[in-house]
């Protein structure tokens, strides 16, 4: 498949169809890249505040082997960091969820409420 990128498309939704052509059961894992990836496509607005990989300079390319810059020094802290900030966006986007309830059940409590206020009956029950 051959995809061109065009400068006025949208990342949010490149990124979208880019998981979505990921197979099926890599989809269903539990790892955090997937949660990761599933928690940006469900919350756009998180995902603009969604932590950006710090790039390693030329200097910890050349003089240090990966597994070292990944496990330890700057590339462990750079690595702590990016992880904390994945956290971060879990954690708001429970309370975000939270927060929909909550609202959902009180305009439904203040609509019944409300019904009942100006003498409306419920509807019978289904017959079956």
Do not use: C
Not at 27 to 36: D, N
Not at 50 to 64: D, I, L, S
Request: hydrophobic share 45%.
């Amino acid at each position: 498949v051959q995809l061109k990128v065009l400068p006025s498309d949208d990342v949010h939704q490149w990124g979208a169809v880019l998981v979505a052509m990921l197979p099926h059961d890599e989809l269903r894992g539990q790892g955090l890249l997937i949660e990761t990836l599933k928690l940006l496509i469900r919350s756009p607005a998180l995902g603009r505040r969604a932590p950006v990989f710090e790039p390693e300079t030329e200097t910890e390319r050349n003089g240090t082997p990966i597994y070292r810059r990944w496990m330890g020094g700057t590339g462990g802290e750079r690595k702590g960091r990016f992880l904390a900030g994945i956290r971060n966006l879990q954690v708001e986007e429970a309370q975000l969820e939270l927060a929909q309830h909550r609202y959902a059940a009180g305009l439904a409590a203040g609509h019944a409420a409300a019904l009942a206020a100006a003498g409306a009956r419920p509807p019978p029950a289904a017959v079956a």
